[in-house]
């Protein structure tokens, strides 16, 4: 089983709707999660941190965390097209390096 | 006043040449670290050095070596390159606290090798 593991799409929603992006991860011993977005031909950028179980809001952005599901989510409300991108899930055990999942692409239609 | 920044940003090199990539950051962080990203756009780990000190080496062939002069430079030099070793070759530091590790990425060096 991969560490990380993430649909790689491509994931298409209209403009103004949610897009719900999952990761789900092997270590039950990880202990921060983290979401960067990487525009295509872009360095990954972090968009959300989330450490404990439940949910975390920055603006259009919520992370959820479920340590017993070993199960991340990122939802994006009123999704724009400069939305569009790929997401990268990612999670750290003390240790090591952050490990990533191979990313979903997200498409936001106009 | 770029935080991380690599160089160069693209190389184009043919198999069996040997090659360095660059890499600086003005953050004061402890910890740099070296990924790939392949044609699919995964973004795996392949060295880290905290304070010049190599920390992780995961399975990379002998042909890539790190090499950490002081804590704000990792540079990375591939010998005999493969064209398998064509990738995207990103630079990050952090500064862990706890277990936090947030990465800040360089702009990625894209290596072509013909």
């Known amino acids: 089983q991969k560490e990380v593991e993430q649909n790689s799409g491509p994931l298409s929603v209209p403009e103004g709707a949610i897009a719900s992006l999952n990761c789900t991860y092997s270590?039950?011993?990880?202990?921060?999660f983290f979401w960067y977005r990487q525009y295509s031909g872009k360095s990954p950028e972090l968009i959300m941190s989330i450490y404990s179980n439940g949910d975390k809001e920055d603006g259009r952005f919520t992370a959820q965390l479920n340590k017993a599901s070993q199960y991340v989510s990122l939802l994006i409300r009123d999704s724009q097209p400069s939305d569009s991108a790929t997401y990268l899930c990612a999670v750290n055990r003390a240790g090591t390096a952050l490990i990533f999942g191979k990313g979903t692409t997200l498409s936001v239609s106009s | 006043d770029t935080a991380v920044s690599q160089t160069p940003k693209y190389l184009v090199t043919q198999m069996g040449n040997d090659k360095s990539i660059k890499c600086e950051q003005n953050?004061?962080?402890?910890?740099m670290y070296w990924y790939k990203q392949d044609s699919k756009k995964f973004l795996k780990i392949m060295f880290s050095?905290?304070?010049?000190?190599?920390?992780i080496n995961e399975t990379v062939p002998n042909r890539f070596s790190p090499k950490s002069p002081d804590k704000a430079h990792l540079n990375l030099h591939i010998n005999s390159l493969e064209l398998g070793d064509s990738a995207v070759y990103f630079c990050?530091?952090?500064?862990?606290?706890?277990?936090?590790?947030?990465?800040?990425f360089g702009s990625g060096t894209q290596l072509s090798v013909l």
């Open positions: 990050a530091s952090s500064h862990p606290t706890a277990s936090n590790e947030k990465l800040f």
């Open positions: 953050l004061g962080h402890d910890t």
């Open positions: 050095y905290n304070n010049k000190e190599l920390i």
């Open positions: 270590d039950r011993v990880s202990q921060s």
